[in-house]
C-alpha cells in the first residue's frame, strides 16, 4: 500500500509533538534529533561491498552518541521504515537504545513509516511512545522456542 506524502508529514510531526511534551523541551535552543533508519536490519558481518545499506547496530550507535553528546537535544525520534532482519542485530541495537535512554535521560519517540515488522518492531520496543500510521504495517516478532 502506497503511503501518501501528507501521512509521512503527519506521523513525523506527531511525533515530534510527543517528543516535545514528553520531554519537556521547553527553553531557548532545546532541539529534537530525527533519525531515519531505513532497510533490513544486518550485523556488521552481513554487510558487504554488493548489499545495500541497511539499519546497522555501528550506524544507531553513531547517530545516538551525537545526540547524547550534544546537550542542545531534548529528545530523539527514530523513524523507522524496516522490514526486520538479523534477530541479533535487533537485540542488539535494542540494549543500545535503552543505553542510550539510560545514561542521557533523553526520551525516545518512534516515528512508523509504511512498515515496521519483525526487527523493526523489535526496536521500537524500547522507545518511550510509539506513532505509527492506522496503515503501518507492524508486529510479528519471530520467538524461538
Request: glycine content about 14%; some cysteine; charged content about 15%.
Amino acid at each position: 500500500m502506497k503511503v501518501k506524502k501528507w501521512q509521512v508529514v503527519l506521523s513525523v510531526a506527531m511525533a515530534l509533538i510527543l517528543a516535545v511534551a514528553f520531554g519537556g523541551c521547553s527553553g531557548v535552543g532545546g532541539k529534537i534529533a530525527v533519525i531515519p533508519l531505513s532497510g533490513t536490519i544486518a550485523g556488521a558481518s552481513q554487510q558487504g561491498l554488493l548489499t545495500s545499506s541497511g539499519i546497522t547496530l555501528s550506524l544507531v550507535r553513531g547517530y545516538l552518541h551525537k545526540a547524547e553528546d550534544d546537550g542542545s537535544v531534548k529528545a530523539v525520534v527514530l523513524r523507522i521504515e524496516s522490514p526486520g532482519g538479523s534477530a541479533a542485530a535487533s537485540q542488539e541495537i535494542a540494549a543500545e537504545i535503552l543505553r542510550f535512554k539510560e545514561e542521557s535521560g533523553k526520551p525516545v519517540v518512534v516515528s512508523m513509516g509504511n512498515m515496521a515488522a519483525s526487527g523493526g518492531y523489535y526496536i521500537s520496543a524500547y522507545a518511550d511512545r510509539i506513532v505509527a500510521n492506522p496503515a503501518t504495517l507492524t508486529g510479528s516478532i519471530g520467538v524461538i522456542s
